[in-house]
């Protein structure tokens, strides 16, 4: 296990097994009342230059639930705002806490904040990545599915964050990937590339209803994120085709399994049939943010 999680492609599939099975049997233990006390006296600061519900909620929980506390900061409120650098802080925060956590515009942040700080740092995410999100979404396809090689995973929306650190983990435990977003909005071509160096299948159309062809985890965003919002009437027309819903799920498996790591746009990249429906898993993958984080922690300040 590295020092730092900056993403999904930082660690292997061995240490992405240990933290699953580190994520089920914290889960188990919380649904029978057991806690731990393994963090007692450890801090985690947590910068947020984005607004945030799961990321935070989870964070803390995970926190104070392994004995431990969280500090909120967010980029306003903090010397960050004033101008103060992140080399400046990585270097205090250092001094004070025990690990990092950003949620941050940039993923250049965080390669600083690794740079200058001597303890863990987090990406709970940056415009490239979102490998928190992944590692809840591979424990939800686990406990659906049983397995990981041989699915068929399509990602149908954005070629966004979330989308680059889903080609990561396919790529590292045996999924077939298929992207299905419209001209421009592709995912990294340098995230591709390192998906395939990996051995990983990646195949990337415009077409919606050709990528969820006989899919078992249909994957989805927001079609306009934090920061896009001057382009929200473009986004709108160019993603209209690429909506979740009833139609599209006919083309995937009959047990497909739908995710989306929220808040979701019921209407807009997917209708409240699905995400309500039968075929969603989205409030257990919410949910296992929670576990696969506490697992996380554990790993790096154990």
Known sequence: MPSHLLSIADISYTDIISLLDTASD???????????????????????????????????????????HAIYLNYRDSQIGRGESIADTARVM??????IMGRVYKHETLTELVKYATVPVINGLSDLEHPCQLLADLLTIREY????????????????????SAILACALTGMKMTVACPEGYEPNHEIVAKAKQ???????THDPMKAAKKADIISTDVWVSMGDEEEYDQRLRDFKPYQINSKLLEQA???????HCLPAHRGEEITAEVVDGPNSAVFDQAENRLHVQKALLLKLLS
Request: hydrophobic share 35%.
């Open 145 to 164: 599915k049983g397995k990981f090689k041989g699915l068929n995973f399509s990602w149908i929306g954005d070629g966004n964050n979330v989308c680059n």
């Open 94 to 99: 250092s001094r004070y806490v025990h690990a």
């Open 198 to 204: 990996l051995g990983g299948v990646v195949n990337v």
């Open 26 to 68: 914290l889960k188990g233990k919380r649904t029978r009342g057991k806690a731990s006390a393994s963090l007692k006296n450890k801090t985690l600061g947590m910068l947020f230059e984005k607004s945030s519900t799961r990321t935070r909620i989870s964070f803390e929980v995970a926190m104070t639930e392994l004995g431990g």
């Open 253 to 259: 498996k009959h047990d497909v399994m739908v995710l």
